[in-house]
């Protein structure tokens, strides 16, 4: 078994919260990438399928995960002046 460390975003608590997972890698599906909005910021993030069929919200992934997907695709997603003024891209 290949099991990694991941950053899950915990939604059931009252006030959302990242937990350490430990995932399998043979029983992940699909990692896709995904912008996740907090209150205080934006993140990129990644949206992890599994095969017994469910859905978490993940941080942050292995490095050698990221290297295969993209560096690009994690961390703090830079806002610069009114989010409304920004065309969308």
């Not at 029983?27 to 859905?55: A, E, M, Q, V, Y």
């Amino acid at each position: 078994m290949k099991f990694h460390k991941f950053s899950i975003l915990d939604t059931k608590a009252a006030q959302e919260t990242e937990i350490e997972v430990l995932f399998n890698l043979d029983h992940i599906i699909s990692i896709k990438p995904i912008r996740i909005s907090r209150p205080d910021k934006l993140l990129n993030g990644f949206w992890i399928r599994t095969t017994n069929g469910k859905k978490y919200r993940a941080s942050k992934i292995p490095d050698e995960l990221l290297s295969v997907i993209g560096e690009k695709y994690q961390g703090q997603v830079n806002v610069t002046g009114d989010a409304d003024d920004q065309p969308f891209q």
